[in-house]
């Protein structure tokens, strides 16, 4: 009787975690609303946003939102040469801005290549 409420115990502390630290990004675009291409980086270390620590940040028709629904942490190492806090990249984006920030439901970051913005700390 304790292994079964040792193991359900930690399927419930799992399923907590989980929920908690999941994304909710769709792996493929909504084929009803429209696919964005934007600018994406660190929103302190390349748009100049004000907030503590590394926060994933869009530009979108000349305005920055920080973003919610993915982080920072979830596509690769910040820090890197091409990361979002050394260059300034660009993603397939669908979501909306609500309450100032950007509400993502599909992001999908593009390759680095020519012209990628590397004026970052």
Do not use: W
């Not at 040792?6 to 909710?24: K, R, W």
Request: charged residues 20%; contains cysteine; glycine residues 12%.
């Amino acid at each position: 009787m304790k292994i079964v409420s040792l193991f359900v115990s930690l399927f419930l502390f799992a399923g907590v975690v989980s929920a908690q630290t999941g994304s909710t990004l769709s792996v493929v675009p909504d084929s009803t609303k429209k696919v964005e291409v934007v600018k994406t980086a660190c929103g302190q270390c390349m748009f100049g946003m004000k907030a503590d620590g590394c926060t994933l940040a869009v530009q979108i028709k000349g305005k920055k939102y920080f973003v919610e629904g993915t982080t920072i942490d979830e596509h690769g190492d910040a820090h890197a040469a091409d990361g979002f806090c050394s260059a300034i990249r660009k993603a397939e984006v669908q979501g909306e801005v609500v309450n100032g920030k950007f509400k993502v439901t599909y992001y999908k970051l593009l390759p680095s290549g020519k012209g990628t913005n590397t004026q970052g700390h």
